[in-house]
């Protein structure tokens, strides 16, 4: 766990605080079966209790299996986070009463986790910062308790379909210093987390859960102060805001002379406030002893190294190899290397299109396709369509062939969107190859000099930028199907020779 001092403050108002934050984050490994069992891991909008037997059920006699493929993902997160791999680890039993806990205690880890150290990189309003970690942990998941009120009387309800769910917790430094930082934190986690393809890390549905260890202290000073968990944060949105508002919490309790209290804050999404829980645990609260049940682990180099030959390229080799390998701005490249399906479809439309088109495939990813893609939800994907990286590949070698226009191009994906038809296919059968011929051109921009003088006389008057409205009637004559820099060629010669 995340530890620090407690300091005694004599408190002046006027004080400028410096917050110190850090974060326990669990996350749900996507595995097939449960840590310990056979059963279904996948207990998402299923009947109550419905992937349950009698390991995670905690009947007694029953001896609990590990899942290999659970221990080489959390493996894989530490290497992809810089973690040491000891070669031994063992799991512990945690004993704590809580109703949601059935076996009255938790197989987890203690002093010999899979993963120690490391760190990750993050940027916040352009400035990089680097969150260190401690250690990263395997650890069976608990049961829910579902709270009801009928009116007459309050009461909880268990379910364990989640009881012996894989659960990785990753413990860092408390290197934070604002909500902002959290938040970037999560996101780069949760962004590494897929690409490994190891975990889903949905905060909504539970799988990334994150706990903020939160102190404040005068600016300045080294030692911290005494820390405050905050839980209940269900969104990247809510760690933010009930960081920053403990962050105030606490500097109003130092300023009016009182004293923090080393305690567990539920955060309330409705009022935005953190309200107390209970008085934090310490660790040995849990007595800790190893688990009787499960022998050590002990890793070898070989399998370490199978661990990581499995790994694919992480977004921030990949974001500076577009940038590189494409020409692309780093902001570009970031919005393309956001998740490993929208970098992967986006290579292969460059390769079906050929590398001189990166680019304008680049440009239609950035601009359209996403636009599309956001219309479907803020995590949607191009598999989740009928169009393929193909279609863009090919909308993108019609772009530069100047076949179509750009404002052809956007009618030809909406089709696309909702067809699956080929972009060269649209084109064909609607009639919206562009127009070439630039006698067809001028003869329209002729008839629109004449039927706009005021546009006309604004224009040899010096305002230059009655050209604008000038191509717009051009080209909405033409359908969108004329070049714009043609049509605006075209005007001009008109426009500065009089004709």
Same mark, same amino acid.
């Given at each position: 766990?995340?530890?620090?001092?407690?300091?005694?403050?004599?408190?002046?108002?006027?004080?400028?605080?410096?917050?110190?934050?850090?974060?326990?984050? !669990?996350?749900?490994?996507?595995?097939?079966?449960?840590?310990?069992?056979?059963?279904?891991?996948?207990? %998402?909008?299923?009947?109550?209790?419905?992937?349950?037997?009698?390991?995670?059920?905690?009947?007694?006699?029953?001896?609990?299996?590990?899942?290999?493929?659970?221990?080489?993902?959390?493996?894989?997160?530490?290497?992809? &986070?810089?973690?040491?791999?000891?070669?031994?680890?063992?799991?512990?039993?945690?004993?704590?009463?809580?109703?949601?806990?059935?076996?009255?205690?938790?197989?987890?880890?203690?002093?010999?986790?899979?993963?120690?150290?490391?760190?990750?990189?993050?940027?916040?309003?352009?400035?990089?910062?680097?969150?260190?970690?401690?250690?990263?942990?395997?650890?069976?998941?608990?049961?829910?308790?579902?709270?009801?009120?009928?009116?007459?009387?309050?009461?909880?309800?268990?379910?364990?379909?989640?009881?012996?769910?894989?659960?990785?917790?990753?413990?860092?430094?408390?290197?934070?210093?604002?909500?902002?930082?959290?938040?970037?934190? &999560? !996101?780069?986690?949760?962004?590494?987390?897929?690409?490994?393809?190891?975990?889903?890390?949905?905060?909504?549905?539970?799988?990334?859960?994150?706990?903020?260890?939160?102190?404040?202290?005068?600016?300045?000073?080294?030692?911290?102060?005494?820390?405050?968990?905050?839980?209940?944060?269900?969104? %990247?949105?809510?760690?933010?805001?009930?960081?920053?508002?403990?962050?105030?919490?606490?500097?109003?309790?130092?300023?009016?002379?009182?004293?923090?209290?080393?305690?567990?804050? =539920?955060?309330?999404?409705?009022?935005?406030?953190?309200?107390?829980?209970?008085?934090?645990?310490?660790?040995?609260?849990?007595?800790?002893?190893?688990?009787?049940?499960?022998?050590?682990?002990?890793?070898?180099?070989?399998?370490?190294?199978?661990?990581?030959? @499995?790994?694919?390229?992480?977004?921030?080799?990949?974001?500076?190899?577009?940038?590189?390998?494409?020409?692309?701005?780093?902001?570009?490249?970031?919005? &393309?290397?956001?998740? @490993?399906?929208?970098?992967?479809?986006?290579?292969?439309?460059?390769?079906?299109? =050929? *590398?001189?088109?990166?680019?304008?495939?680049?440009?239609?990813?950035?601009?359209?396709?996403?636009? !599309?893609?956001?219309?479907?939800?803020?995590?949607?994907?191009?598999?989740?369509?009928?169009?393929?990286?193909?279609?863009?590949?090919?909308?993108?070698?019609?772009?530069?062939?100047?076949?179509?226009?750009?404002?052809?191009?956007?009618?030809?994906?909406?089709?696309?969107?909702?067809? *699956?038809?080929?972009?060269?296919?649209?084109?064909?059968?609607?009639?919206?190859?562009?127009?070439?011929?630039?006698?067809?051109?001028?003869?329209?921009?002729?008839?629109?000099?004449?039927?706009?003088?005021?546009?006309?006389?604004?224009?040899?008057? *010096?305002?230059?930028?009655?050209? *604008?409205?000038?191509?717009?009637?051009?080209?909405?004559?033409?359908?969108g199907r004329a070049d714009a820099n043609t049509v605006s060629s075209l005007l001009r010669k008109r426009l500065d020779s009089g004709s």
């Amino acid at each position: 766990m995340t530890t620090q001092a407690n300091v005694d403050y004599n408190v002046d108002y006027n004080v400028d605080y410096e917050a110190v934050i850090g974060l326990e984050v !669990h996350i749900q490994l996507k595995t097939r079966s449960k840590m310990f069992c056979s059963c279904d891991r996948e207990y %998402f909008d299923t009947e109550p209790n419905s992937h349950v037997c009698a390991i995670c059920l905690g009947m007694p006699g029953m001896l609990p299996v590990v899942n290999e493929q659970a221990v080489a993902y959390t493996i894989m997160a530490g290497l992809a &986070l810089g973690c040491d791999i000891p070669t031994h680890s063992k799991f512990d039993r945690k004993n704590y009463p809580y109703p949601d806990l059935v076996k009255g205690y938790q197989i987890s880890q203690y002093d010999q986790p899979f993963c120690l150290g490391g760190k990750l990189d993050i940027e916040v309003d352009g400035e990089p910062r680097t969150v260190h970690l401690e250690r990263i942990h395997l650890e069976e998941d608990t049961a829910r308790l579902l709270h009801r009120d009928d009116g007459a009387e309050a009461y909880a309800l268990i379910d364990v379909n989640r009881s012996g769910s894989p659960l990785m917790e990753l413990v860092t430094q408390p290197d934070m210093h604002s909500g902002a930082e959290a938040s970037a934190f &999560l !996101h780069k986690l949760r962004r590494t987390m897929r690409y490994l393809q190891i975990a889903d890390a949905d905060m909504e549905k539970g799988q990334l859960r994150c706990d903020a260890n939160v102190s404040i202290r005068p600016r300045g000073q080294e030692a911290l102060g005494t820390k405050v968990e905050v839980k209940n944060m269900n969104s %990247f949105r809510s760690v933010q805001r009930a960081i920053e508002f403990e962050i105030e919490r606490q500097a109003q309790v130092l300023a009016e002379g009182g004293r923090i209290v080393q305690e567990t804050r =539920g955060y309330v999404d409705a009022t935005g406030v953190t309200v107390s829980q209970r008085s934090k645990e310490e660790a040995n609260d849990y007595r800790y002893f190893p688990e009787p049940d499960i022998p050590p682990t002990v890793l070898d180099e070989a399998t370490t190294q199978a661990i990581r030959a @499995r790994m694919p390229e992480l977004p921030d080799a990949r974001r500076a190899r577009f940038e590189s390998e494409y020409s692309l701005s780093p902001d570009e490249a970031r919005t &393309l290397t956001d998740s @490993r399906e929208r970098s992967e479809d986006f290579e292969a439309a460059v390769r079906a299109a =050929g *590398g001189g088109l990166a680019r304008p495939v680049a440009l239609l990813f950035i601009g359209e396709v996403a636009r !599309h893609l956001n219309e479907l939800g803020q995590e949607a994907e191009l598999s989740e369509t009928p169009v393929t990286p193909a279609h863009v590949a090919e909308l993108a070698g019609l772009l530069e062939r100047r076949e179509v226009t750009g404002t052809t191009a956007k009618e030809v994906l909406a089709i696309a969107f909702e067809t *699956g038809e080929m972009p060269a296919a649209i084109v064909e059968a609607r009639g919206l190859k562009a127009v070439s011929d630039e006698g067809a051109i001028d003869e329209i921009a002729a008839r629109m000099i004449e039927a706009n003088p005021k546009a006309v006389e604004d224009y040899r008057s *010096g305002k230059k930028s009655a050209i *604008g409205f000038l191509v717009g009637q051009v080209m909405r004559e033409a359908k969108g199907r004329a070049d714009a820099n043609t049509v605006s060629s075209l005007l001009r010669k008109r426009l500065d020779s009089g004709s």
